[in-house]
């Protein structure tokens, strides 16, 4: 029998990726619920060559379009937030694959746990705004989070087979599209060149996220909820190679690592397929072509963002929540060239050192904390750029 995939995100840089892996495997994968932001004639456009049972575009002015666009195929349309969140639980659904950006992706992954759907989940801000929250809830739910983002990818395929808890997690980290610059220049940085990613070539936040290593703090908080580690357990190297996606160090001194050239679809057809692997037409990595793997430390002063996330980490609460919005905000507002790229971490310190804070959120707390990060976040970079 076919998975029925939802693909919450479908025109993304994740979304696109998953579907290729559905075109590979038209035996295995049946693409039920499509879902996107605002990008409805691509939506429109999968939607049809998939042949979706139903598709969600979030922003409700374009519901009309992607109706019209549609109005020759039996295909239903919905639209609005509210709606990713309740088509996830249809029955015609199996797996979802949360490829949203962004705290957009918390209430639908919750949803699907509800309903009792595995989770392929790309959407890191789930577990960073609420770890807390939804890793209970799968576990009484008995449903399956499995991660697509690399390194957690990695680091539970070297799990995989192991009897032992492991002694530490180390995320391999490309150090993103600035760190060859010294500090000093941070200041000056243009979104063209955050945006410079060299390894991997994904959506625009999550880009930003890598030249700040925020994505790496937000990916310490995620290892944190999937595997069940203390943050002193998660370390972090830099990789520049991109080779090694994660490693696992055992007690016995034995590390596992993942390797592989960086190319996403791996990681979301292992999601998929998980405990099987599919045969896929990559690129293989060659040692004897690429003899030289590196390592290094982490510049945590150029980096302060690694080091916030560690904190909200050992905070708990919504802490990590009021660092996320704060870092959407200050995303936005960089690239649409508003801040400067220092601002980014300004803004989440300013956001941190404001907020309210609640230990043990609810759904709505962390609404709430998200909002009010927002707020403080739009205060800091109107206050500087004033
Ligand atoms: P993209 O920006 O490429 O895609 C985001 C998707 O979400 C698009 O389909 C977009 O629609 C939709 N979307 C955006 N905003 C909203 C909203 N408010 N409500 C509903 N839908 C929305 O992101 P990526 O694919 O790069 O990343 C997706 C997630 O995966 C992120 O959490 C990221 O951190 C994670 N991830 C990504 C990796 C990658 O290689 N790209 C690697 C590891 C993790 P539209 O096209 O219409 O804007
Ligand atoms: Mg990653």
């Given amino acids: 029998m076919k998975q029925r995939l939802a693909i919450l995100g479908s025109t993304g840089s994740i979304g696109r990726q998953t579907l290729d892996i559905v075109r590979e495997n038209p035996e295995l994968f049946g693409v039920s619920v499509l879902t996107a932001g605002s990008n409805w004639q691509l939506l429109a456009q999968q939607a049809v060559e998939f042949d979706a049972d ?21 295909i239903k349309v919905y639209a609005g937030a509210e709606a990713i969140a309740q088509v996830v639980s249809g029955s015609q659904v199996d797996t979802v694959v949360n490829a949203l950006v962004g705290y957009s992706g918390l209430r639908p992954t919750v949803a699907a746990i509800e309903a009792g759907k595995k989770v ?10 609420g770890g807390a929250y939804v890793m209970p809830l799968a576990m009484d739910k008995q449903v399956p989070i499995i991660p697509i983002d690399s390194e957690h990818s990695a ?83 830099i990789h520049p190679q991109s080779i090694i996606h994660s490693m696992v160090e055992f007690a016995d001194g034995a590390i596992k690592a993942q390797m592989g050239t960086p190319d996403m679809h791996l990681p979301i057809s292992y999601a998929l397929t998980y405990p099987y692997r599919l045969p896929r037409p990559a690129e293989r990595f060659s040692f ?99």
């Fill in 54 to 74: 139903s598709v969600v575009i979030a922003d409700k002015s374009l519901y009309q379009a992607l109706c019209q666009a549609l109005a020759l195929h039996p």
């Fill in 120 to 129: 392929a989940l790309a959407n890191k801000e789930t577990l960073v705004v």
């Fill in 155 to 237: 680091i539970f395929q070297c799990l995989s087979g192991e009897a032992s808890a492991p002694k530490r997690l180390i995320l391999t980290c490309s150090g993103g599209a600035l760190r060859d610059l010294p500090r000093e220049a941070l200041a000056s940085v243009t979104p063209e060149q955050a945006l410079r990613h060299p390894q991997w070539s994904m959506g625009a936040k999550i880009t930003i996220d890598s030249a700040t290593l925020v994505n790496k703090g937000f990916e310490v908080i995620e290892a944190r909820w999937l595997f069940g580690f203390p943050p002193e357990k998660i370390d972090v190297v």
């Fill in 288 to 386: 004897a072509d690429n003899p030289t793997l590196t390592f290094g430390r982490v510049d945590r002063e150029k980096y302060p963002a690694l080091d916030i996330a560690y904190d909200c980490l050992r905070r708990g609460g919504t802490a990590a929540c009021t660092m996320n919005g704060a870092n959407e905000v200050a995303v936005a507002s960089f690239l649409g060239r508003r801040c400067g790229f220092n601002d980014i971490a300004g803004a989440i310190t300013y956001a941190l050192s404001k907020a309210s804070f609640t230990a043990a959120p609810s759904l709505d707390d962390y609404a709430a904390a998200d909002a009010e990060a927002r707020v403080l976040a739009r205060e800091y970079i109107e206050s500087k750029h004033a």
